[in-house]
């Protein structure tokens, strides 16, 4: 090896230690291995999922809250649960353009996916709840979706016999509350992990478990598409709000958070595990496809406004990039677990 | 004349910055460096941005709200911290950046 060659070399190898230690997006993937070794750690699912001090995971808990999670008596109606909107045999979402609620009002915005919620830093499309439980009583009370006054709730849930020694068990002594309420939803809501896709297997190492055209749409991926600058990390999202360039009066972010004109018409970066079975998409339901969804980034956003995001600008991908991009996106669906519908107490 | 210049000496240590210092916190790759800063009444904390994309800073402590707006890359907000106690901090764009500031007396 020449020296000019040798050089380049170890300054590509310095460049990329410095974006694993940053987190910056991954470097370009070019099957040989260096690269795939960073790509590999970039994308690496975390060992183990997080429970904050005050909110430890414990079976009991785990049990409780599955159990109030897919009761529908949380509801005003007595007919829609958080499972009803949160769909397991739906990957955790509803499938529709937009959610339905109290006397079947449809809402404004879509059902997000709980895929993987237990690392997320903000919630709700608007980012305006910062914790799970935070976040777990917000459908519950709001008088278009669950229609449940929380003062109601309580007494409600304390008059089914049966959920008193599930309590007990899970917050011994803490009783029956509101703040025991969303910590038990909310620790069921941890536990909803994805499993491994095709996707982590041909990053670990397994050539064969997704098809050429998928390898090379994640090369787009995580460059000339640009994906990768905001649909990050193993659970393809860094959490971040922007405005993509999509139609619609729904200010986003900037109805929670005034004062910043890139949070106007700003979403939350979604998930994309198990993105080909949750459409229609964005955080109305406004475009049918993924491919539709590759088209409005090709264009760099259906609609300009002084708010849209630096970040999005025309791709000018060809029909075949476009195509492998999307085929990349179909390996990150997983055939996760059946999960077991509660016995609820009566 | 010895009173009059009583009075300059009180006025420069009143106006005087002598006690207050700047901080100065790094965003890069996505994350505030560093994730926790000790700072005194008074002192002004500057937020870098060394990325190269947009970020914000803001926070929602009580009696400690702000929110600088947009930063464009390479571009620096100040922000003096006036009153004691832990003030929790974040970017509205990637709400995973986020720090405290322990504020002392």
Redesign the interface.
Known sequence: MDRPTFCLLALGLLGLGAQL????PPAAIDHDAPAREALRVSYARPAATPFPPDNAWSAARETLGRTLFFDPRLSASGIIACATCHNPGLSWGDGLARGVGHQSKTLRRRSPTLLNVAWA??LFWD?RA?TLEEQALGPIASPDEMNMPLEQLVPKIQAVAGYEVLFERAYPGEGISTQTIAKAIATFERTVVSATAPFDRWIAGDESAISKEAAHGFELFNNKAKCA?CHAGWRFT?????DIGAPGEDRG?AGV?E?????EY?FKTPTLRDVDRRGPYLHDGSEPTLESVVELYDLGGRVKRPSLS??ITPLNLTAEESRAVVAFMRTLTSDDALVTVPRLPR | MRGRSTVALLLLALASPATAEDHVVSQKGKRFDPESVRVRVGDRVLFQNDDETTHNVFSRTQGAAFNVGLQEPGSSSPVTFEKAGPVEVRCAIHPGMKMVIEVAE
């Open positions: 230690a940053t987190a910056a830093e903000a980012g910062f600058s860094d959490d971040s709000f922007h972010r958070l004062g910043i004109e890139a949070m700003a630096k970040d």
